[in-house]
Nanobody, 122 residues
Framework: QVQLVESGGGLAQAGGSLRLSCAAS????????MGWFRQAPGKERDFVAT????????AYADSVKGRFTISRDNAKNTVYLQMNSLKPEDTAVYYC???????????????WGQGTQVTVSS
């Protein structure tokens, strides 16, 4: 079992930055791939970024590539999402997720956090 708690969301202006954190419980955190997803009102939950258990592999949605960076600190059981050059269309609830396989699909993750709101004003 893995429990995930996101933090760091809030209000930012377009062009600004936010850093999301996701703290995980459980001794097997380092063996899980981690992902960030987001869901805007009335829309499906979309893939944002993922990182392998060893930090050796990362992948990003085209819409955030070059602006967002995913990283993890296995010693702290925490995964991060650094968001730069924010745009109003980045406004959504952001969720972190964990699974042994991971990937870009929502169905690929068994464990989810409760989400944190990110609002970007123009």
């Amino acid at each position: 079992q893995v429990q995930l708690v996101e933090s760091g969301g809030g209000l930012a202006q377009a062009g600004g930055s936010l850093r999301l954190s996701c703290a995980a419980s459980g001794r097997t955190f380092s063996s899980y791939a981690m992902g960030w997803f987001r869901q805007a009102p009335g829309k499906e939950r979309d893939f944002v970024a993922t990182i392998s258990w060893s930090s050796g592999g990362t992948a990003y949605a085209d819409s955030v590539k070059g602006r967002f960076t995913i990283s993890r600190d296995n010693a702290k059981n925490t995964v991060y999402l650094q968001m730069n050059s924010l745009k109003p269309e980045d406004t959504a609830v952001y969720y972190c997720a964990a699974d042994r396989l991971g990937g870009r699909r929502v169905a690929g993750y068994a464990y989810w956090g409760q989400g944190t709101q990110v609002t970007v004003s123009s």
